[in-house]
Nanobody
Framework: QVQLAESGGGLVQAGDSLTLSCVAS????????WGWFRQAPGKEREVVAS????????YYADSVKGRFTISRDNAKNTVYLQMNSLKPEDTAVFYC?????????????????WGQGTQVTVSS
C-alpha cells in the first residue's frame, strides 16, 4: 500500500508560478511511477505529467509542455510539480498518483494509488 498526500495548491493570478508537492508513505514506493492529474469541474480527470521510478523519463500533456516540470526526490519520498506561466484554464483539483505500471499510461483508471487532491485556482 502507498499513501499519498498533496500540498501547495492555492489561488494565484495568471502568469504566476506554483509548486505542488506529494509525499508518499508505505512500502517500496520508490519503485513506483508517479503522476500528476487534474480534474476541472464538469470534465474528466486528465494526466498532466508523469515520471518513471528512476526519475529520468518524463511525460507531459501537450497543454503543459514547456510550462510544467515534474521531478521526484526518492530520498524525501516526494514528487513535485513546478507550474510556471499559469493560465486560468489550469484551474482544477490536482491529484498525485502512483502505480507500478508504465509511467506514460495516461488512463487515470489504471493508476492504483491517489492522494486527496489540492485545489489550484488561476484568476485572469
Amino acid at each position: 500500500q502507498v499513501q499519498l498526500a498533496e500540498s501547495g495548491g492555492g489561488l494565484v493570478q495568471a502568469g504566476d508560478s506554483l509548486t505542488l508537492s506529494c509525499v508518499a508513505s508505505g512500502r517500496n514506493h520508490n519503485a513506483y511511477v508517479w503522476g500528476w492529474f487534474r480534474q476541472a469541474p464538469g470534465k474528466e480527470r486528465e494526466v498532466v505529467a508523469s515520471i518513471a521510478w528512476s526519475g529520468g523519463p518524463t511525460y507531459y500533456a501537450d497543454s503543459v509542455k514547456g510550462r510544467f516540470t515534474i521531478s521526484r526526490d526518492n530520498a524525501k519520498n516526494t514528487v513535485y510539480l513546478q507550474m510556471n506561466s499559469l493560465k486560468p484554464e489550469d484551474t482544477a483539483v490536482f491529484y498525485c498518483a502512483a502505480d507500478k505500471g508504465y509511467y506514460r499510461n495516461t488512463n487515470s483508471k489504471v493508476w492504483n494509488y491517489w492522494g486527496q487532491g489540492t485545489q489550484v485556482t488561476v484568476s485572469s
